[in-house]
């Protein structure tokens, strides 16, 4: 129920209550009044009318009131007065007696109920108009008053559970968003062991790269080394078969000129003989260590293919991994910047749900204070509206000033709504942007978990 609505329920409880409003609202109960009843009530028209205001104000019926006329019989009640027995003459009489007292006093209650004055026994079989009129009225604006309370009542009521529903979804969120946060913080610490591990195997690799290339270098000049070596071996070759060419050139020149001198040619024949041993010596070694260097050459040519492919390996490796893993470092931090900053978000968020929280307990207190004020307010307006009613037959000038003063009352009264309405839109705005930058902080937060675990996919 709105504002406006509320409004205009109060006001209708105050204005004069028509003979056929009177009517429409007591058929909704099945009854039904005659007009003549408004001018000259019978006994049994004001017994039924206060017979249903009793059973709906304290919702007892005729029954419960006078039991006797229902079964028939009267409950003794024994007396210690001698002489004196209520059961035993005028039964009928004393039914009637037991069962109009009782109705006596609810009427009582009831007049003390509906703002009327008090009532004596034998107006209950005597009615008057005026008395009727007053009864009927009263009764009228009880169950006016009584419908816009409960009205009242359900509207507040469904604000307060929509509250209390929306606190739920908020407590909800927020433990969704503490557990993605545990989820990212164990993420977080896979992640940082798995790269201290990279980092220690980075580690590990660059020294095993610097020995391989100290290696590779001593390798290199070695291979250097033999090269030289292998070109003095070829040269020295090269010399030695010139020498032994020109050792066969001088043999055969020699023999052209064979001297006759056995000894001499003896002497000569051992001399070459020994010079050719020699050379023969020495040329299968030079031819030994030819086969030798060719060996350690071939040797050092694997060598130096299987650095190469080291050195690939490890450029490979290098690029492949070290430098991803740098890069995943980077992101680490950068992860870990974000993490304090979603750290504050989520205490932020909790900051915000608690006071909201806070904010929802306080309007239900001032919900339940302003109901209370505006119910008391609304039956002194009742009291006062009979009270008028009552005085309004002595003279035309205080109902003048009467009607002046309900005016103000209700000129005030609505003040009063409005502010009440512009507070309550006040705060339930609040209570909106709230929300909704809780909201907008979930859809940031849950943006950047994406993008998150986006980045550690591809990493």
């Known amino acids: 129920m709105s504002d406006s609505s509320q409004l205009v329920l109060i006001h209708d409880l105050f204005k004069s209550v028509r003979p056929d409003e009177i009517l429409e609202d007591l058929q909704k109960f099945g009854v039904s009044v005659s007009a003549s009843a408004f001018r000259n009530p019978k006994p049994e028209e004001s017994l039924g009318l206060y017979s249903l205001a009793i059973q709906v104000v304290f919702g007892k019926t005729i029954h419960d009131i006078k039991p006797e006329e229902l079964s028939g019989k009267l409950y003794e009640t024994k007396t210690e007065v001698q002489g004196v027995d209520f059961s035993s003459e005028n039964v009928d009489f004393l039914k009637n007696a037991i069962g109009n007292l009782r109705l006596w006093r609810y009427s009582q209650r009831l007049h003390k109920v509906l703002g009327l004055g008090e009532i004596e026994r034998y107006e209950l079989f005597n009615p008057t108009a005026k008395s009727f009129?007053?009864?009927?009225?009263?009764?009228?604006?009880?169950?006016?008053?009584?419908?816009?309370?409960?009205?009242?009542?359900e509207s507040s009521i469904q604000k307060l559970d929509n509250l209390a529903e929306l606190d739920l979804r908020l407590d909800e969120n927020l433990k969704n968003l503490v557990n993605e946060n545990d989820k990212f913080k164990n993420s977080l610490l896979e992640k940082v062991v798995e790269q201290e591990s990279l980092l220690k195997l980075k580690n590990e690799l660059?020294?095993?790269?610097?020995?391989?290339?100290?290696?590779?270098?001593?390798?290199r000049e070695t291979k250097k080394k033999l090269e030289i070596e292998k070109e003095k071996i070829n040269s020295l070759v090269n010399d030695t078969m010139l020498s032994k060419s020109k050792a066969r050139f001088t043999?055969?020149?020699?023999?052209?000129?064979?001297s006759t001198n056995i000894e001499t040619a003896n002497r000569v024949y051992s001399e070459l003989n020994a010079e050719y041993i020699s050379q023969s010596q020495r040329l299968e070694a030079l031819v030994s260590d030819v086969e030798r260097l060719n060996t350690l050459h071939g040797s050092l040519v694997e060598t130096l293919e299987t650095f190469e492919l080291l050195k690939s390996n490890l450029e490979e490796h290098y690029n492949e991994v070290i430098i991803p893993h740098i890069k995943s470092l980077e992101l680490s931090k950068r992860l870990s910047s974000q993490t304090e900053s979603l750290k504050l978000k989520i205490n932020q968020l909790t900051r915000t749900r608690d006071s909201i929280s806070k904010n929802i307990e306080l309007q239900k207190t001032l919900q339940?204070?302003?109901?209370?004020?505006?119910?008391?307010?609304?039956?002194?307006?009742?009291?006062?509206?009979?009270?008028?009613?009552?005085?309004?037959?002595n003279s035309e000038s205080g109902l003048k000033v009467k009607i002046y003063d309900m005016r103000n009352l209700a000129?005030?009264?609505?003040?009063?709504?409005?502010?009440?309405?512009?507070?309550?839109?006040?705060l339930f705005s609040n209570l909106s942007q709230r929300i909704q930058t809780l909201y907008d902080s979930i859809?940031?937060?849950?943006?950047?978990?994406?993008?998150?675990?986006?980045?550690?996919?591809?990493?």
């Not at 660059?206 to 390798?219: G, H, K, P, Q, T």
């Not at 978990?449 to 591809?458: A, C, G, M, Q, R």
Request: no cysteine.
């Open 133 to 153: 009129n007053e009864l009927i009225s009263a009764f009228v604006v009880y169950l006016r008053f009584r419908q816009a309370l409960y009205s009242l009542y």
């Open 206 to 219: 660059e020294n095993r790269m610097i020995v391989a290339n100290e290696e590779f270098n001593n390798a």
């Open 251 to 258: 043999f055969d020149d020699l023999s052209q000129h064979f």
């Open 368 to 393: 339940s204070e302003k109901l209370k004020k505006l119910s008391d307010e609304l039956q002194a307006k009742v009291d006062e509206a009979h009270r008028f009613a009552q005085e309004s037959s």
């Open 411 to 426: 000129s005030q009264l609505n003040t009063k709504a409005q502010d009440v309405r512009k507070n309550s839109q006040e």
């Open 443 to 459: 859809d940031s937060y849950n943006e950047t978990i994406k993008l998150l675990n986006k980045s550690l996919t591809n990493s």
